[in-house]
């Protein structure tokens, strides 16, 4: 079966600027969660959802947002990008309802800001 | 709060050798405990997991048992291959936390 899709695999954008990165978790899994992965502080957790309820988040400003629809598809948006946002941004989907047993992962955005 | 501490890279092995990757955690409750390998370019696939102590996760060669003791899930594999390079990461997870916490990753080179 098909694994997490991200869309799109690469994005270049300005300073300033607002970006919005897409997941569609595996078929049947409802949890999708989004980490951020960049050299300097590794892979740190941005949010998760679950039936389109978010459940826990990251400490990341504001301007780091997300959703899930009721398809469990979610997006996560950044606004007023800065240069310290260029990463690459992972999701996972997995099954879990009442705790986490196994996340699978994208292949991620890779994000740059210019 | 929960963190997890991997040793650091890279580790550079000869084909055939003995691998050990050290993981220490610290948690309030009771964890599951992971390991991800990341091929470059791609994302994090799941190699082991193990979710109580004593457990011991194994696949494709490569074991770690859960050591409540010791807070520790170190990382085996008894004869290494030029293709088990990548990185690798020793994360946790608390219940109804819904998220990972990562080591900082642990580069593996297998020289053939």
């Known amino acids: 079966k098909a694994g997490v899709t991200q869309t799109p695999r690469y994005l270049i954008k300005t300073r300033g600027q607002q970006v919005t990165l897409s997941c569609s978790p595996i078929s049947g899994h409802r949890s999708v969660s989004w980490y951020q992965q960049t050299p300097g502080q590794g892979l740190q957790f941005l949010f998760e959802y679950f039936s389109e309820t978010q459940r826990n988040k990251g400490n990341f400003p504001g301007r780091f947002s997300g959703r899930q629809f009721s398809n469990s598809r979610s997006e996560m948006n950044v606004s007023t990008l800065e240069l310290g946002d260029s990463a690459l941004y992972l999701c996972a989907s997995s099954l879990a309802s009442g705790y986490l047993t196994e996340a699978f992962f994208g292949q991620g955005t890779r994000l740059t800001v210019v | 709060g929960d963190s997890v501490t991997q040793m650091e890279g890279p580790v550079t092995l000869s084909e055939e050798a003995f691998l050990t990757i050290n993981c220490t955690y610290t948690?309030?409750?009771?964890?599951?405990l992971f390991w991800y390998v990341q091929y470059p370019g791609e994302g994090l696939q799941l190699l082991l997991k193990a979710t109580k102590a004593d457990d011991k996760g194994s696949n494709k060669g490569f074991e770690a048992t859960y050591r409540k003791e010791t807070t520790s899930f170190h990382l085996e594999k008894g004869s290494v291959q030029v293709s088990d390079s990548a990185v690798y990461f020793c994360a946790l997870s608390e219940d109804s936390s819904y998220k990972l916490i990562f080591g900082s990753g642990t580069r593996l080179l297998v020289r053939p």
């Open positions: 948690a309030t409750g009771y964890p599951s």
